[in-house]
């Protein structure tokens, strides 16, 4: 017996099967995971693809496989054809579309088992702190305690402390032996549900809306076909036609997938679910340890599970039977996967559906103008909630002009408008949240007399004041410096802050209501495990009155007791030179203002903003998603922009500008060469470019592209691959990436 295995390399001159003689007595099927001698390595990992019975090969030439990793398959039939369908479309190597298909750390035996060593400080970090100037001579050993003092808990598992420092064992017994440190063995469980909160699951009755929906929807999940966009408004009751749908899955013996744009971001889904399904609902999302991850992983892979919630990623669920994938908030960038392997959620999961047996359904109250335009053709059947559960209204938006209260000598960050109404939401005992899409105090910091502005000097971006340190950072890479106190070019002592960030409201709401608790939700309050939990748990419970935070608190949240939104400024996602800026605007706008009076008082939404006229504020403001997607199509079939044309981009990143900018232009070249001598192809090209990127250094490293705007046809895919394929020819000193319809174009 032979069997043809993919080996774990990820580099095009191995990028096709391997044949191997299966020895005596040892079993192996495809999507087992094999150890097999390879070139001048003794043990290589590798997937099995296919078996065969005979080999052309001469038998001289044809080695054993040493050993199998697991005794199951750990990639599933269904994944193994979806990694072969990733490696054709994403031109990747299929090594690479193999490795999404199980937990990172089943490679290279980094599974930890249950019970875990955990290394734990012992002394006072004032104490560590002295030490580690004492450890001159051994780097290694201040460099554990320096990982330890900062850690939470003052602990680290010894896994950990490796994959951050490296082989540190000696190290560790030596401090043990100091007294310093303390090696524990601790079982470890690993549920990622701990503080979760638990809710009582009782069914509702169902809206007639639900009703109607679900009349569709379940024989379609009964026969195994079918492919829907739900659109419903926020606060239609999306979340119970999931639950209902998800059960009948259940009780037909099949499984489902729930797919949310991040996890940590919707706790509510999770716990929705969890109230509902117990221990029959699995979660996979990124702020899960490795340990927890793979200990997911298996319960799934066991079919010990009926329905996986999860991120991305959660895509490649190990479930059989699935008979239905759900897509909440389907409009979310956060679907793509822009590196390689390249991929978008939404397309595997209608993929599975198909090759599966299952029903495809996304849901949106905003959805991506590709979906809704898949929808109109009839590729997608439309089911519509319009209405609020109860028939309560949809919030009332009053959009303000901004440059108006300006002229009336208002220069505070809130209008008139948003003090009172928030001022009123307070008195009547009800909670209210504020939305900033930036962070930090300030964005920007700029000299009242030349203009100049201070920059990243690693990035060409401007640098965020964050008044709880008094420094600026960098959004791009974290650096931070002192704020001037004279301006560097031209010595004037007028420093002053511009842009409005979450520090500088919640100050603002401070000052205006002293005795009113807040609650601030950015990247900077959240870092923690847990910390967004236990805040959103807090805001329930209503320990503080007024939340302010950014893009994280505008999904999926439901605080029945918050009537009042205010959203400080509505605009600056506009200046974004993006041709999706009008449409994430618009969808960013109108789920913040869903939040508000989602029980039985009514909500009111207050709208600042600078440009009141524009087309995505004026649709957002009166809710109106078929007049925003209808205006917003005309200008896309204008300007040739998707769902009509697809935008590729081979991104060069370089330390060294001119490498950058010359392998771009070779590439541009090539490309060039390319349509030359495809008389077919160039009627379809309607701009190939080679520039510097918009944002022309990230990290210290210089930026530019070449890009593509093709009309979105079968046949230039071929133009696509051909620019995959260049990004992967290594250039020396220059890091190269394609990207098709990236999520950020900067
Ligand atoms: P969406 O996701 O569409 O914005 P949700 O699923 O969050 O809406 O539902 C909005 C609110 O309505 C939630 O508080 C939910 O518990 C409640 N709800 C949903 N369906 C029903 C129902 N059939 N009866 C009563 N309340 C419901
Ligand atoms: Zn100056
Ligand atoms: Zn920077």
């Given at each position: 017996m032979f069997c043809q295995v993919i080996v774990d390399i990820a580099h095009e001159d191995v990028d096709h099967v391997f044949t191997y003689r299966v020895p005596e007595g040892m079993s192996v099927c495809p999507g087992m995971r094999v150890r097999v001698p390879f070139g001048r390595m003794r043990a290589v990992e590798g997937v099995v693809v296919e078996m065969a019975q005979a080999c052309d090969l001469p038998p001289e030439r044809v080695r054993d496989v040493t050993d199998t990793l697991e005794d199951y398959p750990a990639v599933l039939p269904a994944l193994l054809a979806l990694a072969q369908d990733i490696h054709r479309g994403s031109f990747c190597t299929l090594a690479q579309a193999l490795r999404l298909m199980f937990p990172a750390q089943m490679r290279g035996e980094r599974v930890s088992d249950r019970t875990r060593e955990v290394a734990v400080l012992t002394i006072d970090p004032a104490v560590a702190e002295q030490v580690i100037a004492a450890q001159k001579r051994a780097p290694k050993r201040a460099a554990v305690l320096r990982a330890l003092a900062g850690a939470p808990g003052r602990e680290m598992p010894c896994d950990a402390l490796r994959a951050q420092l490296g082989a540190c064992r000696d190290p560790l017994l030596a401090l043990q032996k100091a007294g310093f440190v303390r090696l524990e063995q601790r079982e470890s469980l690993r549920t990622p549900y701990g503080e979760m909160e638990r809710l009582a699951a009782e069914d509702p009755a169902l809206t007639a809306q639900q009703a109607k929906v679900l009349s569709q929807l379940l024989p379609a999940v009964e026969a195994g076909r079918g492919a829907f966009l739900l659109y419903g408004v926020t606060g239609s009751?999306?979340?119970?036609?999931?639950?209902?749908?998800?059960?009948?899955?259940?009780?037909?013996?099949?499984?489902?997938?729930?797919?949310?744009?991040?996890?940590?971001?919707?706790?509510?889904?999770?716990l929705w679910f969890r109230s509902r399904f117990g221990e029959d609902a699995a979660v996979l999302h990124s702020r899960l340890s490795p340990g927890e991850r793979y200990d997911e992983w298996r319960r799934i892979r066991r079919g010990d599970v009926r329905v996986v919630i999860g991120a991305r990623s959660a895509i490649f669920a190990p479930l059989e039977r699935v008979g239905l994938i759900i897509v909440d908030e389907e409009?979310?960038?956060?679907?793509?996967?822009?590196?390689?392997?390249?991929?978008?959620?939404?397309?595997?999961?209608?993929?599975r559906c198909e090759r599966e047996g299952g029903v495809l359904l996304l849901a949106s109250a905003t959805p991506s103008m590709r979906s809704f335009a898949l929808a109109g053709r009839g590729d997608l059947t439309l089911l519509e909630m319009p209405r609020r559960v109860n028939d309560r209204p949809l919030p009332e938006v009053h959009v303000v002009d901004m440059r108006e209260e300006l002229r009336q000598g208002n220069r505070s960050v809130f209008s008139g408008a948003l003090v009172s109404s928030l001022r009123a939401c307070l008195d009547a005992g009800k909670q209210a949240i504020l939305f900033v899409n930036r962070r930090g105090y300030a964005t920007f910091v700029s000299c009242r007399s030349c203009g100049y502005v201070v920059t990243c000097d690693q990035c060409d971006v401007s640098m965020t004041y964050h008044s709880a340190d008094d420094a600026l950072r960098c959004h791009y890479c974290g650096r931070e410096a002192p704020v001037p106190t004279v301006c560097p070019e031209c010595g004037s002592p007028y420093i002053k802050y511009f842009g409005v960030g979450t520090q500088r409201v919640e100050e603002e709401v401070r000052r205006l209501f002293p005795d009113v608790p807040t609650l601030r939700m950015d990247i900077d309050t959240t870092r923690t495990k847990d910390a967004h939990e236990r805040m959103l748990s807090a805001f329930r419970r209503g320990e503080a009155r007024v939340m302010i935070g950014t893009q994280m608190i505008a999904k999926g949240l439901d605080f029945p007791n918050v009537t009042m939104v205010g959203i400080v400024a509505a605009d600056a996602m506009l200046r974004l030179p993006d041709y999706r800026s009008a449409e994430r605007t618009f969808q960013l706008l109108t789920q913040v203002a869903g939040r508000a009076g989602r029980a039985d008082s009514p909500g009111e939404v207050i709208l600042q903003t600078y440009d009141p006229a524009h087309y995505a504020v004026e649709a957002a403001s009166r809710q109106d998603y078929r007049a925003f997607f209808e205006e917003e199509m005309r200008r896309r079939k204008a300007a040739y922009y998707p769902p009509y044309t697809l935008l590729a981009r081979i991104l060069c990143e370089a330390q060294d500008e001119a490498a950058a900018q010359s392998a771009a232009q070779s590439a541009m070249r090539q490309m060039e060469a390319f349509f030359a001598r495809r008389q077919y192809l160039q009627k379809y090209v309607l701009a190939l470019r080679v520039m510097a990127c918009p944002v022309r250094r990230i990290k210290g490293k210089s930026r530019w592209q070449v890009t593509l705007k093709i009309v979105d046809q079968p046949v230039c895919q071929e133009a696509v691959g051909k620019m995959s394929e260049l990004a992967q020819t290594p250039v020396p000193g220059c890091a190269l990436v394609c990207q098709v319809n990236p999520s950020s174009m900067m």
């Open positions: 009751g999306k979340t119970e036609v999931f639950i209902r749908a998800v059960r009948r899955c259940a009780q037909l013996g099949k499984t489902a997938i729930v797919l949310v744009p991040e996890i940590a971001l919707t706790p509510q889904m999770v409009h979310e960038q956060s679907y793509i996967a822009d590196n390689a392997p390249r991929y978008d959620a939404r397309d595997l999961a209608r993929i």
